[in-house]
């Protein structure tokens, strides 16, 4: 394949026996710089022949696994461009699914930077788009549906423009009818439900969120009986609601009223068993901290911290102390007016940070 990159035989023929040598468990067999070696010209057959349907899915099925996508070092960016290249040029169900899925993976592990520049091409954002509503259309929930929206939930993380492209694109509209046609899905809800928090976190975004059926919609569930749904329902409240009672306009339901069953929604939960989401940063939860004139707001942020840093302490307590994060718990701690129950679950936050990094903080108050 090195050899002869541009030798259409040679690379149809290898990128089959590629395939064929790492699939069925085969990969965790093979050391990670070999890997990488085979996921690198993998990519150079997909770049040198875009239009060529057999070698392209041959290559989807090389990098279609776990081990590769995960476990070996490459250019993962470059990568999720030519799979949505692939998934643009062609309408195969089995590459389609493929293409989706590692898009969904992929996305989650390039920076807020790459998935910008890959969200916000009208193009592509409009191909998934599409996969999600011929999926609703027929009624449809199957893998390709579920990778979709993960794709896409992932590619607006902390991503303005992409939030921004999936707006002009039509996903509002076409997510709340999904959310019409799929109720109690908890599965579909809960990564629809996550992509509209990606948006709420973008405060000149929200006012396209005040939409009348969208907050009926939320209003419903924040009472689901999932707890992923109810705190993604609750997530995207809390966000809108800190813009205060003058940016609320909605007829459903008071700005009073919403505030008041945000909190009492949340003091019904119970930490999980096990994470509902990944953060890249904790930096679109701090303003709503500021929120003091409806401690509810605040309540949700500082449970979302908690609930992360207590199933991944690892992770999230360097990520709070890097990002300043408990400096702005110990400064709101010393509000004389701050709720209880908020005060509580800070200290809980920073009783854990201490634990997990006691060399890197002083979380004497």
Avoid at 247 to 256: G, L, T, V
Avoid at 323 to 347: T, Y
Wanted: aromatic share 8%; glycine share 4%; hydrophobic share 45%.
């Amino acid at each position: 394949m090195k050899t002869y990159p541009k030798v259409l035989g040679i690379q149809m023929a290898a990128t089959a026996c590629l395939y064929n040598l790492t699939k069925f468990g085969l990969s965790s067999m093979i050391h990670t710089s070999m890997l990488k070696q085979i996921v690198d010209y993998t990519l150079v057959a997909m770049e040198n022949f875009p239009k060529q349907q057999q070698l392209q899915k041959n290559t989807l099925l090389t990098l279609c696994s776990d081990r590769m996508l995960v476990d070996v070092s490459f250019d993962r960016y470059h990568c999720a461009e030519l799979v949505m290249n692939s998934l643009m040029a062609f309408d195969d169900p089995a590459m389609n699914r493929m293409s989706v899925a590692i898009c969904s993976i992929l996305a989650a592990r390039i920076s807020t930077v790459e998935t910008s520049n890959l969200g916000e091409k009208s193009a592509y954002m409009i191909r998934l788009l599409d996969i999600v509503k011929s999926k609703a259309d027929h009624g449809e929930i199957d893998i390709m549906m579920k990778f979709t929206l993960s794709a896409l939930w992932n590619l607006t993380d902390e991503s303005p423009r992409t939030c921004s492209v999936f707006l002009e694109s039509g996903g509002m509209e076409l997510f709340l009818d999904v959310l019409r046609k799929f109720p109690g899905e908890s599965a579909v809800e809960t990564k629809v439900l996550g992509l509209m928090n990606n948006i709420a976190e973008v405060n000149y975004l929200r006012e396209q969120l005040m939409h009348e059926d969208f907050i009926s919609v939320l209003k419903e569930l924040l009472h689901s009986e999932h707890i992923d749904v109810s705190y993604f329902a609750a997530g995207i409240i809390a966000h809108l609601a800190s813009e205060g009672e003058n940016f609320w306009n909605c007829n459903c339901i008071s700005w009073n009223d919403v505030i008041l069953e945000l909190g009492s929604t949340i003091a019904c939960w119970s930490v999980p068993e096990t994470e509902m989401v990944a953060y890249r940063s904790f930096n679109p939860f701090y303003p709503l901290f500021s929120c003091s004139n409806a401690y509810q707001v605040q309540l949700w942020a500082a449970w979302a911290i908690y609930h992360v840093c207590l199933k991944n302490s690892k992770r999230y307590c360097k990520m709070i102390i890097e990002d300043g994060g408990a400096q702005i718990l110990k400064n709101l701690l010393r509000d004389p007016e701050l709720h209880p129950s908020v005060a509580d679950i800070c200290k809980e936050i920073l009783r854990i940070v201490k634990e997990e990094c006691p060399n890197m903080i002083n979380t004497s108050l």
